[in-house]
């Protein structure tokens, strides 16, 4: 089955950076779509941001917007999540998502990683 595992989690002061990233098994990485969402405490999980199948297109959600960046290395099936500029809600569990494809940008994912933690201290 499926598996997207993440790492590079942990504690950084606000305004420091911290690079996420999610390595995928078993699962044709060439042609799925990408994506991160969080959650934080008390919190319903929102949308991060995303990187299409071919790597030609990211999109953000505006809370990041600027200060995050998606890339992906399809020849060791990994996307990453480069996070600058960290605020304190920014705080949250990270995951990590995919989506069969080829396709254009969805709201839907087929497989979730278990998520790892980030926390930013003021």
């Known amino acids: 089955q499926v598996q997207l595992v993440e790492s590079g989690g942990g504690l950084v002061e606000a305004g420091g950076s911290l690079r996420l990233s999610c390595t995928a098994s078993?699962?044709?990485?060439?042609?799925?779509?990408m994506a991160w969402f969080r959650q934080a405490p008390g919190k319903e999980r929102e949308f991060v941001g995303a990187i299409l199948w071919s790597g030609h297109a990211t999109t953000y959600a505006d809370s990041v917007k600027g200060r995050f960046t998606i890339s992906r290395d399809d020849a060791k099936s990994t996307v990453s999540l480069a996070m600058t500029n960290l605020k304190v809600e920014d705080t949250a569990v990270y995951y990590c998502?995919?989506?069969?494809?080829?396709?254009?940008?969805?709201?839907?994912?087929?497989?979730w990683g278990q998520g790892t933690q980030v926390t930013v201290s003021s």
């Open positions: 078993r699962l044709s990485f060439v042609t799925s779509n």
């Open positions: 998502a995919a989506r069969r494809g080829p396709g254009p940008f969805s709201i839907s994912y087929d497989y």
